[in-house]
């Protein structure tokens, strides 16, 4: 199964390893990857920030990076559901209409696409530990999914997931929210950091780096020793520490 990959700006420019661990999963579950390097922002800072006709630009490029693409997979469900809204965007357009349609169709959040499309839910991966998941915002009720994640984590050896209270809240950082509303992003925040350590967890589990980079830097400053990890690192874990000639701890 031939399977291209969406980076997105934060793993692409941040967090690298991330993109590595999702692609080392893939083709351990056998798909053939590629990487089409036209690819940019999916266009949702600015489309959310109200400049429409500026975010076009970026999702035409998308959708002709991802033209000839089988699939489509990305590292995070916010991104992933800003294609979902292309077809809305582009209605009635005789040119993009049926591209936005198309990249809408095959484009799916990591996690989902493991799940939905292969029929997955134990990859083989182990992670001692205690751990507990944040549900992000744009992956819960634009992408409306909620269930992948945990069918996948549930079936990682030596993980004992913790629920996390009040999981549907957002984490404050909402793109460009956290700069624009930083009191209100700084409150949110702090209360998400006080439900992941009330857990007593030693792992934040995510899907999406935005959220992990927003919540893991806050209980950073407050002298929390919570790591972050991304649900693919989660997932790659043992066989990432084998390839290292690690244990598979």
């Not at 031939?2 to 934060?10: E, H, R």
């Not at 857990?199 to 992990?212: E, K, N, R, V």
């Amino acid at each position: 199964m031939k399977v291209s990959i969406f980076s997105t700006c934060l793993v692409d420019l941040i967090t690298p390893n991330v993109g590595m661990a999702m692609v080392e999963v893939l083709e351990r579950l056998g798909c053939e990857i590629d990487f089409p390097a036209s690819q940019v922002c999916c266009g949702q800072p600015t489309y959310n920030s109200g400049y429409l006709e500026d975010s076009k630009l970026a999702m035409k490029n998308m959708m002709l990076a991802f033209e000839h693409s089988d699939y489509v997979v990305g590292p995070s469900g916010s991104c992933i559901a800003m294609f979902h809204e292309y077809p809305k965007i582009f209605k009635g357009d005789p040119q993009w209409e049926l591209k936005a349609v198309a990249i809408k169709e095959k484009a799916y959040e990591f996690t989902q696409f493991i799940v939905r499309v292969l029929g997955i839910t134990d990859v083989g991966a182990r992670l001692d530990g205690t751990a507990t998941y944040h549900r992000s915002c744009h992956m819960t009720r634009l992408l409306c999914e909620r269930e992948t994640p945990f069918l996948l984590l549930e079936q990682v050896k030596g993980l004992q997931l913790e629920p996390l209270k009040n999981s549907d809240n957002c984490c404050g950082f909402g793109g460009t929210f956290s700069v624009k509303m930083p009191e209100i992003s700084g409150q949110m925040v702090d209360e998400k950091c006080g439900c992941v350590v009330e857990t007593g967890a030693d792992i934040l589990i995510s899907s999406d780096m935005g959220c992990l980079l927003n919540i893991g830097g806050r209980l950073s400053r407050k002298g929390e020793p919570v790591k972050i990890m991304h649900i693919a690192e989660v997932l790659n874990h043992s066989h990432a520490a084998v390839a290292r000639g690690g244990n598979q701890t």
